[in-house]
């Protein structure tokens, strides 16, 4: 059984920076797209950034040149470095793994439907 356990959430102010860490544990197959969506009270989940096995990663516009998203195979670790935070960027921050395809697609790696395996999740808090 896949389980995936997020860290790394807390309160920072505009301008500073939180490193998130999602270790999986369980059957990970060798091929995968993993990464990271945040869900805002009262708006739709969204996608923010993924990583397949090939190293592509993918990014939500609203994060590039701020959020740098990395992983570790030797530790089944994925992370999320998360710099020049603003409020906007205030949610709960989940990690979420597909499986079913071995790689991420630019046609579908933001559509939450689309992953197996999800975390709790955890929070992120950015005030002005």
């Known amino acids: 059984r896949v389980r995936l356990v997020e860290s790394g959430g807390g309160s920072v102010e505009a301008g500073g920076s939180l490193r998130l860490s999602c270790a999986a544990s369980?059957?990970?197959?060798?091929?995968?797209?993993m990464g990271w969506f945040r869900q805002a009270p009262g708006k739709e989940r969204e996608g923010v950034a993924i990583i397949d096995t090939t190293g592509v990663t993918m990014y939500v516009n609203s994060v590039k040149d701020r959020f740098t998203i990395s992983q570790d195979n030797a530790k089944n670790t994925l992370h999320l470095q998360m710099n020049r935070l603003k409020p906007e960027d205030t949610a709960m921050y989940y990690c979420?793994?597909?499986?079913?395809?071995?790689?991420?697609?630019?046609?579908?790696?933001?559509?939450?439907?689309?992953?197996?395996?999800w975390g709790q999740g955890t929070q992120v808090t950015v005030s002005s």
């Open positions: 369980g059957y990970i197959p060798s091929t995968y797209c």
């Open positions: 979420a793994a597909d499986f079913a395809y071995g790689y991420c697609s630019v046609s579908w790696w933001h559509k939450a439907y689309e992953y197996n395996y």
